[in-house]
């Protein structure tokens, strides 16, 4: 039995998907059909391969690569091959004859200056699902623009819809985007392998990242359209300008305090500021921008005073009491270290050797409560073994292998 074979007994066994991604939208998308049990070969370009194996979060690096790499690429086999060279594509050509799936997040047009592209690939297996992944689509002025997070974050608006008016725009720090494209492009793949199902044919799913972020934004967007005066940002520090106050982040003598929607008037109950509820029923007209931002910071300063008075766990647990949504502000120590969320954390062991602790698949079934899990691939690591799986010879691994077309770990250097 192949050592390297898919591990679980997910939905997705017996899949066969080819990633041709880099970074973080692509590579998500094909780990999470890897942990539902499909076979995930990573083909990557000699010369190092993915570049998140190299660029790192605070210059952070585990068995030789960096986090960004092994948190986003367990599961998979790792192919080295030169799809620039007519012998690197033609090989990539036979494996596509026998995929389920490729997936590939390039800009646009370089598929196609590639020759593997959809037309050219579904010509060669009309059952292929293509899924690809752009920063801002295949058309338009910014087609061409990298997509990356916080570009696009910037670009759609979003970082206006936080923080003060007189400080800076206020970007998500996370890579929320691409999180969020990686999911829409694994359920365009699945939906299209339902379909497939039933047609006997692939088809081509795409996802841009403006996309992703609008749909993340579909109910602020909506809005926005939907008033002749939008709300803006005020002096006090908002956590989204389209949230009635008192919604945001407090401090408190120890720490601070976040506050979802909650009743004005309740609150003001509870923890003894009157004025609130005088505040409530004095609301402006939603076409006063200027009264509703003074009203806003207004409520924002009187329960900020008042929280500011006593401890993060005294009013987590009176306001917690009383029905009113609230919860403490953790750091990433407090937050891994509560026991609520080990049940979501796994421990990986890496073919170097050792390891490491990271997030375990979010996304549970009744038919397999625990998928087996494999770390991320060394660079190469498979190479020889894809392509004799994949039905070239001996004597024709050893040819690519040779002319450099395709590498191996232990030949990368």
Same mark, same amino acid.
């Given at each position: 039995?192949?050592?390297?074979?898919? #591990?679980?007994?997910?939905?997705?066994?017996?899949?066969?998907?080819?990633?041709?991604?880099?970074?973080?939208?692509?590579?998500?998308?094909?780990?999470?059909?890897?942990?539902?049990?499909?076979?995930?070969?990573?083909?990557?370009?000699?010369?190092?391969?993915?570049?998140?194996?190299?660029?790192?979060?605070?210059?952070?690096?585990?068995?030789?690569?960096?986090?960004?790499?092994?948190?986003?690429?367990?599961?998979?086999?790792?192919?080295?091959?030169?799809?620039?060279?007519?012998?690197?594509?033609?090989?990539?050509?036979?494996?596509?004859?026998?995929?389920? /799936?490729? /997936?590939?997040?390039?800009?646009?047009?370089?598929?196609?200056?590639?020759?593997?592209?959809?037309?050219?690939?579904?010509?060669?297996?009309?059952?292929?699902?293509?899924?690809?992944?752009?920063?801002?689509?295949?058309?338009?002025?910014?087609?061409?623009?990298?997509?990356?997070? #916080?570009?696009?974050?910037?670009?759609?608006?979003?970082?206006?819809?936080?923080?003060?008016?007189?400080?800076?725009?206020?970007?998500?720090?996370?890579?929320?985007?691409?999180?969020?494209?990686?999911?829409?492009?694994?359920?365009?793949?699945?939906?299209?392998?339902?379909?497939?199902?039933?047609?006997?044919?692939?088809?081509?799913?795409?996802?841009?990242?403006?996309?992703?972020?609008?749909?993340?934004?579909?109910?602020?967007?909506?809005?926005?359209?939907?008033?002749?005066?939008?709300?803006?940002?005020?002096?006090?520090?908002?956590?989204?300008?389209?949230?009635?106050?008192?919604?945001?982040?407090?401090?408190?003598?120890?720490?601070?305090? !976040?506050?979802?929607?909650?009743?004005?008037?309740?609150?003001?109950?509870?923890?003894? /500021?009157?004025?609130?509820?005088?505040?409530?029923?004095?609301?402006?007209?939603?076409?006063?921008? +200027?009264?509703?931002?003074?009203?806003?910071?207004?409520?924002?300063?009187?329960?900020? +005073?008042?929280?500011?008075?006593?401890?993060?766990?005294?009013?987590?647990?009176?306001?917690?009491?009383?029905?009113?949504?609230?919860?403490?502000?953790?750091?990433?120590?407090?937050?891994?270290?509560?026991?609520?969320?080990?049940?979501?954390?796994?421990?990986?062991?890496?073919?170097?050797?050792?390891?490491?602790?990271?997030?375990?698949?979010?996304?549970?079934?009744?038919?397999?409560?625990?998928?087996?899990?494999?770390?991320?691939?060394?660079?190469?690591?498979?190479?020889?073994?894809? #392509?004799?799986?994949?039905? #070239?010879?001996?004597?024709?691994?050893?040819?690519?292998? !040779?002319?450099?077309?395709?590498?191996?770990?232990?030949?990368?250097?």
């Amino acid at each position: 039995m192949n050592e390297h074979a898919p #591990l679980n007994r997910g939905p997705l066994t017996g899949l066969k998907v080819l990633d041709l991604t880099i970074a973080l939208a692509g590579p998500m998308c094909t780990q999470r059909m890897g942990e539902m049990g499909a076979d995930i070969v990573k083909v990557e370009a000699p010369g190092g391969g993915d570049f998140s194996r190299y660029s790192t979060m605070a210059g952070v690096t585990k068995f030789g690569d960096a986090t960004t790499f092994i948190t986003l690429n367990r599961n998979k086999r790792s192919l080295i091959l030169d799809l620039k060279s007519d012998a690197g594509r033609e090989v990539l050509y036979r494996m596509v004859k026998d995929a389920d /799936v490729l /997936v590939q997040n390039f800009r646009p047009r370089v598929a196609s200056k590639l020759g593997i592209d959809f037309a050219t690939l579904s010509a060669i297996n009309p059952r292929l699902v293509y899924g690809s992944i752009s920063g801002y689509g295949e058309d338009g002025p910014m087609k061409d623009r990298p997509g990356q997070d #916080l570009l696009v974050q910037s670009f759609a608006g979003l970082t206006m819809n936080a923080g003060r008016a007189s400080g800076l725009p206020h970007p998500s720090p996370l890579y929320m985007v691409d999180v969020s494209a990686s999911h829409l492009l694994t359920e365009g793949v699945l939906a299209a392998l339902v379909a497939r199902g039933i047609t006997g044919r692939g088809q081509e799913i795409k996802v841009s990242m403006v996309s992703a972020i609008m749909e993340m934004q579909i109910q602020e967007l909506t809005s926005y359209m939907s008033t002749e005066a939008p709300p803006t940002r005020s002096e006090s520090p908002q956590v989204s300008i389209w949230m009635e106050p008192p919604y945001g982040i407090y401090a408190c003598t120890d720490g601070h305090l !976040a506050l979802a929607q909650v009743d004005l008037n309740v609150l003001a109950e509870v923890i003894g /500021v009157p004025a609130l509820k005088s505040l409530k029923a004095s609301r402006p007209k939603q076409t006063d921008s +200027a009264a509703l931002m003074q009203w806003r910071d207004d409520i924002y300063n009187a329960v900020a +005073a008042k929280l500011a008075t006593d401890t993060v766990a005294h009013w987590d647990e009176l306001l917690t009491e009383h029905g009113l949504w609230c919860g403490p502000v953790n750091n990433y120590e407090r937050f891994l270290g509560h026991p609520q969320t080990q049940r979501y954390l796994t421990t990986m062991t890496h073919s170097r050797g050792g390891e490491y602790r990271t997030v375990a698949p979010a996304i549970r079934f009744s038919e397999q409560p625990a998928p087996a899990l494999r770390g991320s691939p060394r660079y190469g690591e498979h190479s020889r073994e894809v #392509l004799l799986g994949a039905g #070239l010879s001996t004597t024709e691994v050893d040819k690519l292998i !040779a002319d450099r077309v395709a590498v191996t770990e232990v030949e990368k250097a």
